[in-house]
Antibody, heavy 117, light 108 residues
């Protein structure tokens, strides 16, 4: 069974930075892509970024490109989301997700990021 | 960017009834890489359908997906109490990946 556990959320001021982590276990596929997806309070789901198993292919949503960086450390079974120049509108629950290909079959419980002064 | 439009915004139905949810794409979704998720408050999304019609592991057969190209449908036959939730479609064919705005299925 695949398990994903996020951490690193919290309160940060506008313009600040935060790094989210996601530790995964139980993966059996060698082609497992990892994503970050967020949901702002009272809003729908928004895809943020995705990274290939070996880190060789990365894509971002336009709303975060240039401010967020997704990375992974396979030796630590971890995926990260480095968030910089944070805005109030980045406030959301951030989910780590993964699957074979770009569809996310496995999800963490999420971590809350609040950007406020 | 592929824009996904879901309709209706809210569906009010009774347990045992059938739900039909629509997801329309602004351009062709290559290889029909279209997924459906169920979302309940305080829980992560749950994958129901991928590749437009393939049920994910452990998903009951009352959930079915259909469609191709730009028009896709999620059907739920005989709604169970645990099926009342918000449903999202996502296209996984072209970057940036995008979600629809969601359809809320509520108890009538």
């Amino acid at each position: 069974e695949v398990q994903l556990v996020e951490s690193g959320g919290g309160l940060v001021q506008p313009g600040g930075s935060l790094r989210l982590s996601c530790v995964h276990s139980g993966l059996s596929s060698s082609s497992y892509w990892m994503s970050w997806v967020r949901q702002a309070p009272g809003k729908g789901l928004e895809w943020v970024a995705i990274i290939k198993q070996d880190g060789s292919d990365i894509h971002y949503a336009a709303s975060v490109k240039g401010r967020f960086t997704i990375s992974r450390d396979n030796a630590k079974n971890s995926v990260y989301l480095q968030m910089s120049s944070l805005r109030v509108e980045d406030t959301a629950v951030y989910f780590c997700a993964g699957g074979d290909g770009w569809t996310s079959s496995d999800w963490g419980q999420g971590t809350l990021v609040t950007v406020s002064s | 960017e592929i824009v996904l439009t879901q309709s209706p915004g809210t569906l009010s139905l009774s347990p045992g009834e059938r739900a039909t949810l629509s997801c329309r794409a602004s351009q062709n979704v290559e290889n029909n890489y279209l997924a459906w998720y169920q979302k309940k408050p305080g829980q992560p999304p749950r994958l129901l359908i991928d590749d437009a019609f393939r049920r994910a592991i452990g998903i009951p057969d009352r959930f079915s997906g259909s469609g191709s190209g730009t028009d896709f449908t999620l059907s739920i036959t005989r709604l169970e109490p645990e099926d009342f939730a918000v449903y999202y479609c996502q296209q996984c064919a072209t970057s940036p990946l995008t979600f629809g705005g969601g359809t809320r299925v509520e108890i009538k």
